[in-house]
């Protein structure tokens, strides 16, 4: 409980989900998705174009099919781990904290987890997106629609927010205690650390310099004042982070980039291509992280659990292994409590 008694509200925030698999609901949930700009971050005409000529009318049937393929009996992946994690953080923190779950797009709405927290009577608010590395299209979007949310119920002074958590102790502790277990198990001749990617464009939007990202093989190495906001850099600095904690050298470990959507360059290397170069070399067991979800979901589950593994066997490989997502393993439930403790005032 913090040290003057008041109550702290906690708002974990996660992407979101359609409400099922079925085609319709599918659409609406791109619909709002693709319709932030943050997301698909075109002028508005191209936007509405391709939106609403393209995606819209192409891509939910094939997306619906994606979820169908993962859902459970109990619902969306995505939505039962975030939900299990806020029940856990809660009771983590204890009573002078009250903790609930948003969803930047779909449901459980943001409007209405912070509804719920007016009603609980908090006194501030700490809003933590549930994405490790930051990306104006994940973190900075959900920080966006908290603030203008909240600003209408809570005073400024009242609301924090938590942002990239790329190379906190927790979460690196976290996610390697998860994969020792089964990599050690599973004896791979590889590990792959595959990320959600972004387009190029939106990764240069973020250097400060102009003229840092991007621009060399070397411009993610390190951490410094032009990419300190970076996306790709951060992922950089999470996967040097990990391979240090599970005792990967360099020959030994990958990253990689997934999820590119359209035709314009997103950020390289992609996933499927190091798949490919990978079985070129003679790699035949492989393990794959995805450190930039903390919740399996879609794009871990689907995109990397069948179709990268169908892609992998049909290469030659003859052993492939995807780690689990954090989802509300208890070491990470600790993790998140302690960000939130650090940020309480």
């Known amino acids: 409980m913090s040290v003057d008694r008041r109550r702290t509200g906690v708002l974990l925030i996660q992407l979101g989900t359609p409400e099922s698999p079925s085609v319709g609901d599918v659409r609406r949930y791109l619909r709002e998705f693709l319709g932030d700009r943050r997301v698909l971050d075109l002028p ?14 192409l891509r939910p049937r094939r997306s ?21 994690l806020a029940e856990a953080v809660a009771e983590e923190l204890g009573d002078g904290f009250a903790v609930e779950l948003g969803m930047r797009y779909g449901a459980p709405s943001l409007r209405e987890a912070l509804g719920r927290l007016a009603q609980a009577e908090v006194d501030r608010v700490i809003a933590l997106p549930l994405f490790p590395q930051h990306a104006e299209s994940s973190t900075g979007s959900a920080l966006a629609r908290f603030l203008e949310l909240a600003g209408g119920t809570w005073q400024p002074s009242k609301l924090s927010t ?20 089964p990599l050690r198990e599973f004896r791979p001749d590889h590990v792959l650390f595959s990320y959600h990617g972004l387009p190029e464009r939106q990764v240069r939007k973020g250097d400060a310099s102009g003229s840092h990202c991007l621009e060399s093989d070397a411009c993610c190495s390190a951490i410094g004042a032009a990419n300190r906001h970076c996306y790709r850099a951060q992922c950089f600095a999470t ?15 990958s990253i990689s980039f997934q999820s590119r959507l359209g035709r314009t360059p997103w950020i390289r290397p992609y996933t499927d291509q190091v798949l490919a170069e990978l079985a070129s070399r003679g790699i035949r067991r492989l393990a ?31 052993g492939f292994l995807l780690l689990p997502s954090l989802n509300s393993e208890a070491r990470w439930v600790k993790a998140v409590a302690d960000l939130v403790r650090e940020h309480a005032w």
């Open 288 to 318: 794959v992280l995805c450190p930039s979800f903390v919740a399996d979901c879609l794009e871990t589950l689907e995109e990397i659990g069948i179709r990268a593994r169908e892609q992998w066997t049909n290469a030659g490989g003859e």
């Open 44 to 57: 508005r005409l191209p936007h509405w174009l391709l939106l609403h000529g393209v995606i819209l009318p």
């Open 64 to 84: 619906a099919a994606a979820y169908a393929s993962i859902w459970t009996e109990r619902g969306s992946p995505l939505l039962l781990h975030s939900r299990a």
């Open 239 to 253: 996967t040097r982070a990990l391979a240090a904690a599970l005792g990967l050298g360099s020959e030994r470990h």
């Open 162 to 181: 938590i942002g990239a958590f790329f190379d906190h102790p927790g979460l690196i502790a976290s996610i390697a205690a998860l994969a020792q277990g």
